[in-house]
């Protein structure tokens, strides 16, 4: 039952530490086993990371000058968004992208992590900590540092960079940015609000002062890297970190299918919620919105879970997926990729519309946990459960 | 079964605003700040929450009067949201979950100093040149801090207002820069034309003002140096306007379809006719110089409602007090409006209130309704010296009765964001 203003995912721009660009995503997601993925532990010991690959900057971004107003955080979005418009074929048409809309989902970009540290160590020395931080930040800091912090300057970057210019929405939350970001998207889409949309996140892990903001709740694991499903309490808090950057080309089936575009899958459902934890009211709201897969029997699934690794958090989800979609095959992508925040939910849906497309049976990331697939998938169906709040489910179908 | 009069010219249904409340640095709540602006009160001082001494800038139009748990901007936020929506609520005879969906525009956060001071008070000593982080990690190792990152979660806000008004769904948190409550608010306006709710509850604040977030904009030189006296300082449209005021405040708006609005017997206060918006790719900080992003922001805000720009009687102009963005504008203005621009009223909020930044597009929206309500123009003050390069009806320094039925209220930011709203008292 095809509509015209179905949700198709036309382009995807993905860069994990498994590699740049859908190629190395979807060999992947082909290969016979996923082995131990890219994972740094001596940087930010005990905390293990999954790395960003290396990038040629300069293929996304060609300017210099654009490339040093940027911090990683957010070159890394400026080029997954390259990558995902040059995926759709609408990189060089200018038209289309003067009039596309936008939803970036953002948290904050990265802190001079030396002044900081130079203001609080003269501090420990002064009593009038006050004054001494106006002086400092008066004269260390850099004007344009502001710039590459705040979350709505990915968004403007990638107007800058790419000409994006239909419109630009950045969300915030951490998860349920991603979420909300691609929800909005679908919907203004469904109901005729636009007719193509680019959509994702970015989120840099290489960071101390990111990593700061967890560990407020020991959610980092710590130690060497483990499969998803398999850590424990014995190592921190269950959480590993990933560089991602996800972006999607969505449009509507008409505007798609007018240009010729390649479908790589159709967004079917979507839905984001929130609330209370504790009891079974976490189990009692996945289980409403894995409510949304309209189906009988899930042997043709597979479930791209965005869980987190909090060991908790992830032990209940996988308890409702495996009762709620009894026969799907479970791939928890966060153990391969890392922990990508705002940009976890987009980048489930970018793993899974190149799955559904290349018709790949994906290995194992965690073979103790997760059965191999007999055959490719035709459905999809893509969660993230916020680290402390928000979850989301997505359904998609191959094209 | 739906009556043609809740469509609009494209068939959509009628976004009606039922409840506002408002904080600003004049006062809390829609009467005081409504009674101080159209008396052409400033609430610009000095700034008292943190030393000034050895700053350029030393104003602001900060919120010092609501009581907070803990000084940071997350609990500062939270606070001013939750008041301006509790009246919203009552002006909208709500009561009990609100079981709609949650828009809020709210600051980007980061931890607060006193926080990095106290992680290193109880950190070991510097090993090696720059390692504050890997000691602040260590010290949370031994003793984690849920307190410290509830409050530098993006989410953190929203999460609280959705618990204590019922809110349904998933909250969307945003930030357009200076737009982001104008965004907030199409957001809102899209949802219900949707037809996916019925309902929606729009919130736009910011507590966010700090030693570094005024430094910050310090060093961009976009803040007004103007120091005393401090009610001066915002002077929109004028010839020595050199900056912005930074400001704090919030703002809610009840939205709700017209038709379900009439079915309940609720007030219509005003109707949110049109929303546009446009995409900059000039520069992170500056407009494209012909203003080709905000002019096509302010007509497609017009041709989203369906009108041409003879329908408008106001404008509620972003007017920040800066240089370029008050000729910027002006000149959009001028080429959407033509010669009629000069004889249409045109004020700044901010000469008296200062930019309210994340909560600006909305505090602005409920004034321009408030306009239209009670037939007042609320003036630009400190407007002793014109700019002669831009001729605008500015209302000077003293309130005028007039009765637009048509407002455009416009928001523009950095990283190229622009959003116009126009607004109207009636349905069609």
Same mark, same amino acid.
């Given at each position: 039952?095809? #509509?015209?203003? =179905?949700v198709?995912?036309?382009?995807?721009?993905?860069?994990?530490?498994?590699?740049?660009?859908?190629?190395?995503?979807?060999?992947?997601? #082909?290969?016979?086993?996923?082995?131990?993925?890219?994972?740094?532990?001596?940087?930010?010991?005990?905390?293990?990371?999954?790395?960003?690959?290396? %990038?040629?900057? #300069?293929?996304?971004?060609? $300017?210099?000058?654009?490339?040093?107003?940027?911090?990683?955080?957010?070159?890394?979005?400026?080029?997954?968004?390259?990558?995902?418009?040059?995926?759709?074929?609408? $990189?060089?048409?200018?038209?289309?992208?003067?009039?596309?809309?936008?939803i970036?989902a953002?948290?904050?970009?990265?802190?001079? %992590?030396?002044?900081? #540290?130079?203001?609080? =160590?003269?501090?420990?020395?002064?009593?009038?900590?006050?004054?001494?931080?106006?002086?400092?930040?008066?004269?260390?800091?850099?004007?344009?540092?502001?710039?590459?912090?705040?979350?709505?300057?990915?968004?403007?970057?990638?107007?800058?960079?790419? $000409?994006?210019?239909?419109?630009?929405?950045?969300f915030m939350g951490e998860e349920a940015a991603g979420i909300s970001a691609v929800e909005t998207a679908f919907h203004? %889409?469904?109901? +005729?609000?636009?007719?193509?949309?680019?959509v994702g996140g970015?989120?840099?892990?290489? *960071?101390?002062?990111?990593?700061?903001?967890?560990?407020?709740?020991?959610?980092?694991?710590?130690?060497?890297?483990?499969?998803?499903?398999?850590?424990?309490?014995?190592?921190?808090?269950?959480?590993?970190?990933?560089?991602?950057?996800a972006?999607l080309?969505?449009?509507? *089936?008409?505007?798609?299918?007018? *240009?010729?575009?390649?479908?790589?899958?159709?967004i079917d459902a979507i839905e984001g919620d929130r609330g209370?934890r504790?009891?079974?009211?976490l189990?009692?709201r996945l289980t409403r919105l894995t409510g949304l897969v =309209?189906?009988?029997?899930?042997?043709?699934?597979?479930v791209f879970s965005g869980a987190s +690794?909090?060991?908790?958090l992830?032990?209940?989800e996988?308890?409702v997926l495996?009762?709620?979609?009894?026969?799907?095959?479970?791939?928890?992508f966060g153990?391969?990729?890392?922990h990508g925040m705002e940009a976890q939910f987009p980048l489930g849906l970018a793993l899974a519309? %190149?799955?559904?497309?290349? $018709?790949?049976?994906?290995?194992?990331?965690?073979? =103790?946990?997760?059965?191999?697939?007999?055959?490719?998938?035709?459905?999809a169906v893509v969660t993230t459960v916020g680290y402390t709040r928000g979850e989301g489910v997505a359904v998609l179908?191959?094209? | 079964?739906?009556?043609?009069?809740?469509?609009?010219?494209?068939?959509?249904?009628?976004?009606?605003?039922?409840?506002?409340?408002?904080?600003?640095?004049?006062?809390?709540?829609?009467?005081?700040?409504?009674?101080?602006?159209?008396?052409?009160?400033?609430?610009?001082?000095?700034?008292?929450?943190?030393?000034?001494?050895?700053?350029?800038?030393?104003?602001?139009?900060?919120?010092?009067?609501?009581?907070?748990?803990?000084?940071?901007?997350?609990?500062?936020?939270?606070?001013?949201?939750?008041?301006?929506?509790?009246?919203?609520?009552?002006?909208?005879?709500?009561?009990?979950?609100?079981?709609?969906p949650?828009?809020?525009?709210?600051? &980007?956060?980061?931890?607060?100093?006193?926080?990095?001071?106290?992680?290193?008070?109880?950190?070991?000593?510097?090993?090696?040149?720059?390692?504050?982080?890997?000691?602040?990690?260590?010290?949370?190792?031994?003793?984690?801090?849920?307190?410290?990152?509830?409050?530098?979660?993006?989410g953190?806000?929203s999460e609280?207002?959705a618990?204590?008004?019922?809110?349904r769904g998933l909250p969307v948190t945003?930030?357009?820069?200076?737009?982001?409550?104008?965004?907030?608010?199409?957001?809102?306006?899209?949802?219900?034309?949707?037809?996916?709710?019925?309902?929606?509850?729009?919130?736009?604040?910011?507590?966010?003002?700090?030693?570094?977030?005024?430094?910050?904009?310090?060093?961009?030189?976009?803040?007004?140096?103007?120091?005393? &006296?401090?009610?001066?300082?915002?002077?929109?449209?004028?010839?020595?306007?050199?900056?912005?005021?930074?400001?704090?405040?919030?703002?809610?708006?009840?939205?709700?379809?017209?038709?379900?609005?009439?079915?309940?017997?609720?007030?219509?206060?005003?109707?949110?006719?049109?929303?546009?918006?446009?995409?900059?790719?000039?520069?992170?900080?500056?407009?494209?110089?012909?203003?080709?992003?905000?002019?096509?922001?302010?007509?497609?805000?017009?041709?989203?409602?369906?009108?041409?720009?003879?329908?408008?009687?106001?404008?509620?102009?972003?007017?920040?007090?800066?240089?370029?963005?008050?000729?910027?504008?002006?000149?959009?203005?001028?080429?959407?409006?033509?010669?009629?621009?000069?004889?249409?009223?045109?004020?700044?909020?901010?000469?008296?209130?200062?930019?309210?930044?994340?909560?600006?597009?909305?505090?602005?929206?409920?004034?321009?309704?408030?306009?239209?309500?009670?037939?007042?123009?609320?003036?630009?003050?400190?407007?002793?010296?014109?700019?002669?390069?831009?001729?605008?009806?500015?209302?000077?320094?003293?309130?005028?009765?007039?009765?637009?039925?048509?407002?455009?209220?416009?928001?523009?930011?950095?990283?190229?964001?622009?959003?116009?709203?126009?607004?109207?008292?009636?349905?069609?």
């Amino acid at each position: 039952m095809k #509509s015209d203003n =179905d949700v198709v995912i036309t382009g995807v721009g993905i860069v994990t530490c498994l590699g740049v660009g859908k190629e190395a995503h979807l060999a992947f997601l #082909s290969g016979a086993q996923a082995g131990v993925p890219q994972i740094e532990t001596e940087r930010f010991k005990p905390y293990p990371v999954h790395p960003m690959p290396e %990038i040629d900057w #300069s293929q996304q971004i060609p $300017k210099r000058g654009d490339q040093r107003q940027m911090e990683n955080w957010q070159r890394l979005g400026v080029f997954s968004a390259g990558l995902a418009l040059d995926d759709a074929g609408l $990189k060089e048409d200018a038209d289309a992208c003067a009039s596309m809309d936008m939803i970036v989902a953002a948290g904050g970009g990265e802190r001079d %992590i030396k002044v900081d #540290s130079l203001i609080v =160590d003269e501090a420990l020395k002064r009593n009038d900590r006050e004054l001494l931080l106006n002086e400092k930040l008066t004269t260390e800091l850099r004007p344009t540092l502001f710039l590459a912090q705040l979350s709505n300057l990915m968004a403007g970057n990638i107007s800058i960079v790419h $000409k994006v210019t239909g419109s630009s929405r950045t969300f915030m939350g951490e998860e349920a940015a991603g979420i909300s970001a691609v929800e909005t998207a679908f919907h203004r %889409i469904k109901a +005729g609000q636009s007719s193509h949309t680019l959509v994702g996140g970015a989120f840099v892990a290489e *960071r101390a002062d990111i990593l700061l903001l967890v560990e407020g709740i020991n959610a980092h694991a710590t130690g060497e890297w483990q499969p998803l499903w398999s850590r424990s309490d014995e190592s921190g808090g269950g959480m590993i970190l990933g560089s991602v950057g996800a972006f999607l080309v969505l449009e509507s *089936r008409a505007h798609a299918e007018k *240009r010729g575009a390649h479908i790589y899958a159709v967004i079917d459902a979507i839905e984001g919620d929130r609330g209370n934890r504790k009891d079974d009211r976490l189990e009692q709201r996945l289980t409403r919105l894995t409510g949304l897969v =309209d189906a009988e029997a899930f042997a043709e699934t597979v479930v791209f879970s965005g869980a987190s +690794g909090i060991v908790d958090l992830s032990r209940r989800e996988r308890n409702v997926l495996e009762t709620r979609l009894s026969g799907a095959s479970i791939r928890g992508f966060g153990g391969v990729t890392g922990h990508g925040m705002e940009a976890q939910f987009p980048l489930g849906l970018a793993l899974a519309a %190149i799955s559904l497309d290349g $018709k790949t049976k994906v290995p194992a990331f965690d073979a =103790d946990n997760e059965k191999p697939m007999d055959a490719p998938a035709t459905r999809a169906v893509v969660t993230t459960v916020g680290y402390t709040r928000g979850e989301g489910v997505a359904v998609l179908s191959a094209a | 079964m739906s009556d043609k009069r809740f469509k609009d010219h494209l068939g959509r249904p009628i976004v009606a605003v039922t409840g506002m409340g408002v904080i600003t640095s004049l006062g809390q709540g829609l009467e005081d700040n409504w009674a101080a602006l159209t008396s052409g009160t400033s609430g610009i001082h000095k700034i008292t929450r943190f030393p000034t001494d050895t700053l350029s800038t030393r104003i602001s139009g900060t919120v010092d009067f609501i009581t907070l748990p803990a000084p940071n901007a997350v609990e500062r936020s939270y606070a001013f949201a939750r008041e301006t929506t509790k009246e919203a609520l009552a002006q909208a005879g709500l009561s009990g979950d609100f079981e709609g969906p949650l828009f809020l525009a709210a600051p &980007p956060v980061e931890p607060e100093w006193s926080d990095r001071f106290a992680l290193a008070d109880r950190s070991l000593p510097s090993q090696r040149e720059g390692d504050a982080y890997d000691r602040f990690l260590a010290a949370l190792r031994e003793r984690p801090d849920p307190v410290f990152l509830e409050a530098v979660q993006f989410g953190s806000i929203s999460e609280r207002l959705a618990d204590t008004f019922g809110t349904r769904g998933l909250p969307v948190t945003l930030s357009t820069a200076c737009a982001s409550g104008a965004t907030a608010i199409q957001l809102g306006v899209e949802a219900i034309r949707q037809g996916r709710t019925d309902k929606a509850l729009v919130a736009a604040t910011d507590g966010s003002v700090s030693a570094e977030a005024l430094i910050r904009f310090s060093l961009l030189s976009a803040l007004s140096t103007q120091n005393d &006296p401090p009610e001066k300082a915002s002077k929109p449209f004028s010839k020595e306007r050199d900056g912005f005021v930074i400001a704090e405040g919030a703002a809610t708006l009840v939205l709700e379809s017209l038709e379900s609005a009439i079915a309940r017997g609720a007030k219509v206060l005003g109707i949110i006719k049109g929303l546009g918006e446009k995409a900059d790719h000039f520069h992170r900080t500056r407009s494209s110089p012909d203003g080709g992003p905000a002019i096509a922001t302010i007509r497609a805000a017009l041709e989203d409602a369906g009108m041409d720009e003879s329908g408008i009687g106001y404008i509620n102009a972003h007017g920040t007090s800066t240089p370029e963005n008050d000729k910027m504008e002006y000149g959009s203005m001028l080429a959407v409006f033509g010669d009629s621009l000069k004889d249409i009223p045109v004020s700044s909020n901010k000469s008296m209130i200062g930019h309210t930044l994340t909560a600006a597009g909305a505090v602005e929206a409920v004034f321009s309704i408030q306009t239209m309500l009670t037939g007042t123009l609320p003036p630009t003050i400190n407007y002793t010296n014109p700019d002669p390069s831009i001729m605008l009806d500015v209302v000077p320094n003293v309130k005028r009765d007039g009765a637009p039925k048509a407002v455009l209220s416009n928001s523009f930011g950095f990283g190229g964001q622009n959003a116009s709203l126009v607004m109207t008292v009636e349905p069609a």
